[in-house]
């Protein structure tokens, strides 16, 4: 096994993107960070390293415990970084979060329906 590979290529061999594009592209989109700092696709990465991937609302910050450059099984995967525990209480507090807001009827914030359109037309016009 090598001492160091890409970041994009771990990042789609630990599961944490679908395909390497999408790695490249969260890459230089500013959703990586590596030992504090903004990484291009092909800077390596090493034993130890420490990551920061954020997926929409989601942070991981996670230690680099293997390397490798094909794509393996989830539970081989996981075992290829560990969370940190401050990240996974956050990512848990997060989860609980949206728990509550769902039962709580609170929807996330997204564009109005066909029929809110029309209720708030109504609503704008007076009527």
Do not use: C
Not at 45 to 52: T, Y
Not at 70 to 92: C, F, G
């Amino acid at each position: 096994m090598s001492e160091a590979v890409r970041l994009d290529k771990w990042l789609w061999a630990s599961r944490f993107f679908k395909t390497r594009g999408v790695a490249q592209q969260a890459i230089k989109g500013g959703k990586v960070e590596i030992n504090g700092a903004s990484p291009k696709a092909s800077r390596l990465v090493r034993h130890g390293d420490r990551l920061r991937v954020t997926k929409g609302e989601v942070r991981f910050e996670v230690v680099v415990e293997q390397l490798g450059e094909k794509r393996v099984s989830a539970p081989l995967a996981r075992a290829m970084y560990s969370e940190t525990d401050a990240s996974r209480q956050a990512r848990e507090r997060l989860a609980e979060e949206r728990r509550l807001n769902a039962a709580a009827g609170i929807s996330p914030a997204r564009r109005p329906d066909k029929r809110e359109r029309r209720q708030l037309r109504r609503f704008n016009r007076g009527e």
